[in-house]
C-alpha cells in the first residue's frame, strides 16, 4: 500500500512540474520576454574576440629553429574564459530575479528596478568596449605619427610592429654555460655581435617603435641567468625594439622580496632611459616560441599562460605570476607591486587584485604561443612562504594606495655594467618597514 502511494505521488509531481513549466513563460507580457531575450543575446554576442578566449589545436609538432632537432608532439587543452562564465552566471540571476518578482506579484517599481539594472549593465559593456576601442584607436594613432615623422626625415626606416625573421617554436637549449666569456665574445658588440655593453640592443637597420626593460629579481642563480642570457639576447633581436636587460639582485639575508625587487629595478631603469614598457620575469623562465611579444602590450599582459612544469596548463585564472608586461602609465597607475610580501607566494596574486581595482582589461596571449620552459639547472626555493601572505592578501584594494612605488625603500649598493647585463645591486630589509 505505501508502495503504490509513493509510486501514485512521484508521478503526481511530474506532472505538476510540467504544468508549471508550461504555464509559467505565459505570465510574462511581450516587452518582459523583449528585455529576457535581448538581454541573453548580449551576453551570447558578448566580447566574441576577447584575447582571453583561445581556441587551439589539440596536438602540434614542430622543429627547432637550428633545424637540427624535431620536438616530440606536444599536446594542448584548450583555454576557457571562466569570467564569460561568471558574467553568465550573473545574467542567469538578474533573470531569475525578473521572474521571481513577476510570479510573486510584487509591484511595478520592483520589476523596473530589475530591468533598470539590466539596461545598465548592457551600457556598461558597451562603455567598456567603446573605450578599449579608443585605446587602440590611440595607439594606431601614435604609430600613424610616428610614421608620418619618419616618412619626412631621412634615416633607417621604421621596425615592423611585432618583429622580422621570426621562427615560431624553439628548441630550448638548457645546457650549462660553463664559461660566460664565449657568450659574450660571441653577442657583445665589441667581438661583433648586437649587444652593447650594459645589456642593451638597438636597431640598426630600422628605427625602433619602443623602448622596452627586462626585469629580473635576482639572488644566487648565476647558472640560470647565463642560460637565459643565450636564449634571450637573439630572442629580443628578431622582435626589433630597444631594449636592456637589468637583474636586481639582493643582497644579504634577508627573505627575498621578489615584487619589492621588480619596484626598484623599474625605479632605477627609469633613470637610465625614457622606457616606454616593461617586461617582468623570472630569471628561470624562457619562452619557447618568438612570437610572443615582448615589446608595449595594450593593457597589463600576463605572458606566461602555458609553463611546462604546469603541463602547459594555466594553473587558475587570475595568475599573473612568472612573466608579464606593462606600460609604464599602467605600471604606475596601479602603483607598482606590494613591497610587503618577504618570502615565497601571494605577490602575484596581489598584483592582479591591483589591475582589476583599476579597471584594466587583463590580456593574454594564445596558450600554443605563451608557452614556457622552467628551467631546471640549479633550481631551487630560496625562501620559505611568506606565513603573512594570505592576510595581506585580504587587504590588496585598500592597501595599493599606501604599499608601492610611493613607498619604496631600499639601499643600492653598486651598479654593474656587464657586457651582456646591467646588475643593480641592492640591500632590501623588513626593518626598513618597521616589520
Known amino acids: 500500500m505505501i508502495s503504490k502511494?509513493?509510486?501514485?505521488?512521484?508521478?503526481?509531481?511530474?506532472?505538476?512540474?510540467f504544468f508549471l513549466w508550461s504555464f509559467v513563460p505565459g505570465l510574462l507580457d511581450k516587452q518582459e520576454l523583449l528585455v529576457l531575450n535581448t538581454f541573453r543575446l548580449q551576453v551570447q554576442n558578448h566580447d566574441s574576440k576577447d584575447q582571453n578566449v583561445v581556441i587551439v589545436k589539440k596536438e602540434?609538432?614542430?622543429?627547432?629553429?637550428?633545424?637540427?632537432?624535431?620536438?616530440?608532439?606536444?599536446?594542448?587543452?584548450?583555454?576557457?574564459?571562466?569570467?564569460?562564465e561568471e558574467e553568465k552566471n550573473r545574467v542567469k540571476d538578474l533573470e531569475d530575479q525578473l521572474r521571481d518578482n513577476i510570479k510573486d506579484n510584487k509591484n511595478d517599481n520592483d520589476i523596473k528596478t530589475v530591468k533598470k539594472e539590466i539596461e545598465k549593465d548592457k551600457e556598461k559593456d558597451k562603455t567598456i568596449e567603446v573605450d578599449m576601442k579608443e585605446k587602440e584607436d590611440g595607439e594606431q594613432e601614435k604609430v600613424k605619427e610616428v610614421i608620418k615623422k619618419q616618412e619626412n626625415t631621412e634615416g633607417p626606416p621604421l621596425c615592423p610592429e611585432k618583429g622580422e625573421n621570426l621562427v615560431g617554436p624553439l628548441f630550448i637549449d638548457q645546457s650549462l654555460v660553463k664559461d660566460l666569456a664565449p657568450l659574450e665574445q660571441e653577442l657583445g658588440i665589441a667581438s661583433g655581435g648586437n649587444v652593447e655593453k650594459g645589456g642593451w640592443y638597438q636597431p640598426t637597420m630600422c628605427t625602433p617603435l619602443t623602448k622596452v626593460a627586462i626585469i629580473i629579481p635576482y639572488r644566487n642563480r648565476f647558472e640560470q641567468l647565463k642560460i637565459f642570457l643565450r636564449h634571450m639576447h637573439p630572442f629580443l633581436q628578431r622582435q626589433r625594439f630597444y631594449y636592456r636587460i637589468f637583474v636586481v639582485e639582493q643582497l644579504f639575508d634577508d627573505p627575498f622580496n621578489r615584487?619589492?625587487?621588480?619596484?626598484?629595478?623599474?625605479?632605477?631603469?627609469?633613470?637610465?632611459?625614457e622606457f616606454d614598457c616593461f617586461v617582468f620575469t623570472d630569471v628561470d623562465l624562457v619562452p619557447e616560441d618568438d612570437r610572443n611579444y615582448y615589446g608595449c602590450p595594450t593593457s597589463p599582459r600576463h605572458m606566461s599562460v602555458a609553463v611546462d612544469k604546469f603541463n602547459y596548463k594555466?594553473?587558475?585564472?587570475?595568475?599573473?605570476?612568472g612573466c608579464g608586461s606593462f606600460k609604464r602609465q599602467h605600471y604606475e597607475d596601479i602603483n607598482g607591486m606590494s613591497n610587503l610580501f618577504w618570502g615565497w607566494g601571494g605577490e602575484d596574486d596581489d598584483l592582479f587584485a591591483r589591475i582589476k581595482k583599476r579597471g584594466y582589461?587583463?590580456?593574454r596571449p594564445a596558450m600554443q604561443i605563451g608557452r614556457y620552459t622552467m628551467v631546471r639547472i640549479h633550481h631551487f626555493q630560496s625562501s620559505q612562504a611568506d606565513p603573512n601572505r594570505m592576510n595581506l592578501l585580504q587587504s590588496s584594494n585598500e592597501r595599493m594606495e599606501f604599499d608601492g612605488l610611493n613607498t619604496l625603500k631600499y639601499n643600492l649598493k653598486e651598479i654593474v655594467v656587464d657586457p651582456l647585463v646591467t646588475f643593480f645591486k641592492i640591500e632590501m630589509k623588513k626593518s626598513m618597514y618597521n616589520l
Not at 587558475?316 to 605570476?321: N, Q, S, T
Request: proline share 2%.
Open 361 to 363: 582589461k587583463l590580456t
Open 60 to 84: 602540434k609538432s614542430f622543429h627547432a629553429h637550428n633545424e637540427k632537432e624535431v620536438v616530440k608532439n606536444i599536446k594542448v587543452d584548450i583555454s576557457s574564459n571562466s569570467a564569460e
Open 5 to 17: 502511494l509513493r509510486v501514485l505521488l512521484f508521478v503526481f509531481a511530474i506532472v505538476s512540474a
Open 314 to 321: 594555466l594553473p587558475y585564472e587570475a595568475i599573473f605570476g
Open 259 to 273: 615584487a619589492g625587487l621588480f619596484n626598484i629595478g623599474y625605479t632605477e631603469a627609469i633613470k637610465m632611459a
